[in-house]
């Protein structure tokens, strides 16, 4: 079954058509690439397909679910993780919690009665059991507390030394870098349906942006689908099953790698109206 | 009908003036300035100064108002925003709350608290238009009202200062690419608005015909809720709010009386957030860029005691005052106790989920206010009515302030400070539930296996004894996944959510058991007292729950009762005045907020 289904989304602010009618899909398994210059609304059409931002028109369907306008959270819930342009890990959780936030989703003895968590007033049920589940502390919450925790631990091996030693750091204090790292780990720990990644190498350097990209193909490789917004041309192009070209909000190119490459009006959007995007 | 209406715009002139400069500021420099009320009230202050004791004629008396107020501005932006910039906006919201205190009573101790006589200097009832009786202080009123609008629309579009004003509301770091100075823009806009809030005090003086330190809460209040109406940021919103928001007040006060202004004023404020938070002008962003308190305790970890020091401690509460203090001193020590579970349920709130309450009062109220009326009017039993006021006080506040969740950062606040301002005003105003002004007395003392707790020592160890399971319970969240989720939610709401948090059922939960705690606490507030009214749950109760969490640690269940003993318990013993005692909050959280944001029982990591 398709993954995730655009069909002609569009959302403007103040007017500035910052997303203008996309449409694509993601097949099980792909890493399916969206590229562009600056402003062309890349992180814009990630906020409309993860429900940070609710599309002016246009429909969003994840594995066969009509899933547009629903909130962030309850994408998250349903299998959809992604992580942010800026980064964004809470500072003051340490790295091994950061990760652990994560899973929340999968929470059950610790989150009684979750799936009431969309129904009116039901849902006061749960969250009132889950205030008595946190003041007893029994132990079905504790194993399953026990077994998160190995399950951190093994989405912070995936990043061999780089994590693991600085588990118990707050976040704040770690570099750049690491603070990506986590933030990956954080969206990787629920083992998401679909991965959707804006510019995890954004301030990185090459041996980093390198690290990642072996992180990235390991995890291709072990069938993880992934949508990556990316300025880093060759990441892009060793990593994409298929590649996405948006120029002022519209697909302008798409199709494999190599054809997107050479496409004349992707050199132009790329070439002949600005520099490309170099980042520090 | 046309005279109320007349009389709402007058009003309502003030209310915009001070709406202007809260919507100036909050264009340039992103913060609430908390501090313009007392703007407001320095200006009627200084004014009736320079009329009455100095004699000035009015054009005099404006310059000089102008002079005074312009300055204060300044200083407000110099000692309490510009160094917090970098800081999380919540560190300016705080300063600027504790600027207004500090303002506030320290005019009370150099004007003295009593109300003074404001002499009009102009004609009140000598104009007359077909049925219509004014004055040459209505018209004047209006004329220098509408004047100084146009004044300022003139000022922002034509010169290059004002454009420059202009420039940096609308985009802070382009502005400063192109080379625009935006200190000195900062200052001038806190300056402007300040002048236009000492003006609308100088009128608004003459209006009300008489003034007190105090006015500028009342009146700031309303000028916050027109601010709010008219869409916050937006210049002719906050016109067209402050004069919507003084006919409205006019009418209802001349339909249900004085008493109901506040309602009016809080209600309408209310409204607006849940029903449209961007105002009627107002713009709204659809994402936020950064968490409200975030790495405000930046690097902070709480002070944390091994069990055998919490048991010492607990031991010693318990002994100490049995075998060593006087009734005086455990009478103390029943305050102090009720204000730390008070400023616990602030912990789990602000500190735990991130959410600043500045209305911390109303559940307080609500609990306090339901004990009473259950055990008095239906002679339920104490521990009966203990529960339900912590229930009764977790679904008020809930209701209330749960359809802001949907907001962000300041507006929270605002929602909060009007949800507890609502609460103390309905006190006032539902006389057949409350009895009005005059509330409850003769709240009979609870009973334990058949003994009246009402003997101080009794008191406190009943008061202690449910202070501890409070901790232990606060203590107990914060370690559960409850507690790392809260957290997640005060650090990045945008992330949590994209890890599948509910984000506004979470902050709910927040305020709803805090909410409960709080309730707790007024519930035996009630008790101990055997008598509350309305005032007793003023802003300056939210205030100091709140400069209790800060000065302790806002994270930090222990610094909760620390910072208890140190606000509540010292200035008790010291027999401190209650004009100096808040003048001491004030600075104190002023200083913490500047030199110490983690507070006393945060140390900085590393
Ligand atoms: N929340 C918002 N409010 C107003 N305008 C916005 C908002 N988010 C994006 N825009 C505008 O929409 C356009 C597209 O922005 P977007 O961030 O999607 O671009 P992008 O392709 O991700 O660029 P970059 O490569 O710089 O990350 C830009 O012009 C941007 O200024
Ligand atoms: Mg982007």
Known sequence: MTVLEVTGLRRSFAGLRAVDGVSFTVEPGEVVSIIGPNGSGKTTALNLVSGVLRPDSGQVTFQGRDVTGWRPERLAAAGLSRTFQNGRVFGNLTVAENVLIGLTPTLQAARPFSRWRNVPVLRWASLLAETAVALVDPPAVRRELADRQAKVATQLDRFGDRLTPRADLAAHTLSYANRRRTEIARALASGPALLVLDEPTAGMNPAETGEVLEQLLELKAAGQTILLVEHKIDLVMRLSDRVLVLDAGSVIAAGPPEQVRSDPRVIEAYLGKRRPAVRP | ?606
Not at chain 2, 75 to 104: E, G, M
Not at chain 2, 582 to 590: I, K, P, Q, V
Request: no cysteine.
């Open chain 2, 1 to 606: 009908m046309l005279d109320t209406a007349l009389a709402g715009l007058v009003n309502g002139s003030s209310y915009a003036l001070l709406a202007l400069g809260l919507s100036l500021i909050f264009g340039v420099a992103n913060v609430i300035n908390f501090a313009h009320a007392s703007v407001f009230a320095v200006g009627a202050m200084s004014g009736w100064w320079f009329s009455v004791d100095l004699d000035w004629p009015l054009w005099a008396v404006l310059l000089g108002v102008t002079a005074v107020t312009g300055l204060l501005g300044l200083v407000i932006n110099v000692i309490a925003v510009t160094p917090l910039a970098k800081a999380p906006p919540i560190a300016a919201l705080l300063s600027t709350f504790a600027v207004s205190v500090v303002v506030d009573n320290g005019a009370q101790l150099v004007f003295g608290p009593e109300t003074r006589r404001f002499p009009a200097l102009l004609a009140t009832d000598n104009l007359g238009l077909g049925g219509l009786r004014f004055g040459t202080l209505d018209v004047t009123i209006l004329v220098v009202a509408i004047g100084l609008m146009l004044v300022l629309g003139w000022f922002l579009r034509a010169s290059r200062y004002g454009r420059a004003i202009r420039a940096v509301a609308q985009d802070r770091d382009a502005a400063a690419q192109m080379g625009i100075p935006l200190a000195r823009v900062q200052n001038l806009a806190f300056v402007i608005a300040s002048v236009l809030g000492g003006v609308a005090g100088v009128l608004g003086g003459m209006y009300l015909n008489n003034i007190s330190p105090t006015v500028g809460s009342t009146v700031g209040m309303s000028a916050f809720a027109a601010a709010t109406l008219g869409g916050l940021g937006s210049l002719p919103g906050a016109v067209a709010g402050g004069l919507l928001l003084g006919v409205v007040e006019a009418f209802g006060v001349s339909w249900w009386g004085g008493n109901a202004r506040t309602l009016i004023t809080f209600a309408v404020l209310l409204i607006v957030l849940w029903v449209r938070p961007s105002g009627l002008f107002g713009k709204r962003a659809p994402l936020a860029a950064e968490p409200m308190t975030g790495t405000f305790f930046g690097a902070a970890r709480t002070v944390r005691l091994r069990p055998w020091q919490v048991a010492v401690a607990a031991v010693a509460a318990y002994v100490v005052p049995a075998v060593a203090l006087d009734d005086y001193t455990v009478q103390i020590g029943v305050q102090v106790v009720v204000y730390a579970i008070l400023a616990l349920s602030l912990t789990l709130v602000s500190g735990q989920a991130g959410q600043i309450s500045l209305g911390q009062a109303a559940p307080l109220a609500i609990g306090a206010y339901t004990s009473a009326l259950l055990t008095t009017a239906t002679g339920l039993d104490f521990w009966l009515s203990l529960p339900i006021s912590g229930v009764v006080a977790a679904v008020l506040s809930v209701v209330l302030v749960s359809p802001s969740w949907r907001l962000r950062g300041h507006y929270v606040s605002i929602a909060t400070l009007a949800t507890g301002l609502l609460v103390a005003a309905a006190a006032v105003n539902f006389d057949w539930l409350t009895n009005g002004p005059s509330g409850v007395s003769a709240i009979p003392p609870p009973t334990l296996f058949g003994a009246s707790v009402s003997a101080p020592l009794a008191v406190y160890f009943l008061d202690l004894t449910i202070l501890l399971v409070v901790l232990l319970l606060v203590v107990r969240l914060r370690r559960s996944t409850l507690g790392r989720i809260w957290s997640a939610v005060r650090e990045d709401e945008v992330a949590a959510r994209s890890s599948g948090i509910a984000v506004a059922d979470y902050k709910s939960l927040a305020f709803g058991i805090g909410g409960f705690v709080a309730g707790i606490g007024g519930a035996l507030f009630a008790q101990q007292y055997g008598y509350i009214d309305p005032s007793v749950f003023g802003i300056s109760v939210s205030l100091l729950a709140l400069t209790i969490v800060v000065l302790g640690g806002l994270n930090s269940p222990l610094g909760a009762v620390v910072g208890a003993i140190v606000l509540v318990g010292l200035p008790e013993a010291l027999r401190m005045l209650q004009e100096t005692r808040m003048l001491t909050y004030g600075l104190l959280l002023l200083a913490v907020v500047l030199f110490r944001p983690q507070g006393l029982m945060g140390k900085v990591a590393r």
